[in-house]
């Protein structure tokens, strides 16, 4: 029986290993360069225990789940982490404007990885910057950072509000910030932004291909073009 708010976490990481598979642990290893600390179980084992253990603490204040959030976090397993986003994002409604600084020191502290940093940005962070366009001021000081992941997360958190159309001359300020970096996980991160604006705002980012064209990484480009007519891919892959 779950008792207390630490109880939830024993009872996760229990469930975890418990159910963890030799198999699918070192098959997910192949999906990373980095070294990454999992259990071995499958996504959706994961997402429903997310949201089975959910249900003990929804009622607790934001501050409370958040802690919980952090301690999972501190484990550095990917299956943990990912619960940690789940929950996170489960309290938008109490989001406040200083949360992102509260975000920005998980990346900054314990996301090792492109699958983690991809999950906290792509909805929570995502979530958060709709509700407080403002704060993709922050995005811009990232983007400047010396930790891979926090370059990244500038642009991976704005994956869904610009398959909206929104930001759109955010995304363009993070991606010149970005234009040159030598990471490949950066690199795929600034061009899945401008692919995901192309959707609303195709002309705009092909025109920001062809300008910046011969100085864009490759990978940047062909992930930045990869939903535009083949005529227009042609184009801006020409040397």
Same mark, same amino acid.
């Given at each position: 029986?779950?008792?207390?708010?630490?109880?939830?976490?024993?009872?996760?990481?229990? /469930? &975890?290993?418990?159910?963890?598979?030799?198999?699918?642990? #070192?098959?997910?290893?192949?999906?990373? *360069? $980095?070294?990454? !600390?999992?259990?071995?179980?499958?996504?959706?084992?994961?997402?429903?225990?997310?949201?089975?253990?959910?249900?003990?603490?929804?009622?607790?204040?934001?501050?409370?789940?958040?802690?919980?959030?952090?301690?999972?976090?501190?484990?550095?397993?990917?299956?943990?982490?990912?619960?940690?986003?789940?929950?996170?994002?489960?309290?938008?409604?109490?989001?406040?404007?200083?949360?992102?600084?509260?975000?920005?020191?998980?990346?900054?502290?314990?996301?090792?990885?492109?699958?983690?940093?991809? /999950? &906290?940005?792509?909805?929570?962070?995502?979530?958060?910057? #709709?509700?407080?366009?403002?704060?993709? *001021? $922050?995005?811009? !000081?990232?983007?400047?950072?010396?930790?891979?992941?926090?370059?990244?997360?500038?642009?991976?958190?704005?994956?869904?509000?610009?398959?909206?159309?929104?930001?759109?001359?955010?995304?363009?300020?993070?991606?010149?910030?970005?234009?040159?970096?030598?990471?490949?996980?950066?690199?795929?991160?600034?061009?899945?932004?401008?692919?995901?604006?192309?959707?609303?705002?195709?002309?705009?980012?092909?025109?920001?291909?062809?300008?910046?064209?011969?100085?864009?990484?490759?990978?940047?480009?062909?992930?930045?073009?990869?939903?535009?007519?083949?005529?227009?891919?042609?184009?801006?892959?020409?040397?």
């Amino acid at each position: 029986m779950i008792k207390n708010n630490m109880d939830v976490i024993n009872h996760i990481r229990k /469930t &975890l290993k418990d159910n963890s598979d030799e198999q699918i642990k #070192e098959s997910s290893k192949r999906y990373f *360069k $980095e070294a990454i !600390k999992v259990y071995g179980t499958k996504t959706s084992f994961g997402l429903k225990l997310a949201k089975d253990s959910y249900k003990e603490i929804k009622d607790i204040p934001k501050e409370k789940v958040f802690s919980l959030c952090e301690e999972l976090f501190q484990s550095g397993y990917m299956e943990e982490s990912f619960i940690a986003c789940t929950w996170a994002n489960n309290k938008i409604d109490e989001f406040v404007n200083k949360d992102i600084k509260i975000f920005e020191r998980w990346i900054d502290g314990y996301v090792s990885n492109w699958a983690t940093c991809d /999950t &906290l940005c792509n909805h929570t962070i995502g979530d958060y910057l #709709e509700k407080f366009p403002e704060s993709v *001021k $922050e995005l811009k !000081k990232w983007a400047k950072s010396n930790n891979l992941w926090l370059r990244r997360a500038a642009s991976v958190s704005l994956i869904l509000p610009a398959r909206k159309g929104d930001f759109l001359n955010d995304v363009f300020e993070i991606a010149d910030i970005l234009l040159l970096d030598k990471e490949d996980l950066v690199q795929k991160g600034y061009g899945w932004m401008l692919k995901e604006a192309s959707r609303k705002h195709q002309k705009e980012v092909f025109d920001y291909v062809l300008k910046n064209k011969k100085v864009m990484p490759r990978t940047a480009l062909r992930y930045a073009i990869e939903k535009m007519p083949k005529e227009l891919k042609t184009v801006a892959m020409e040397k």
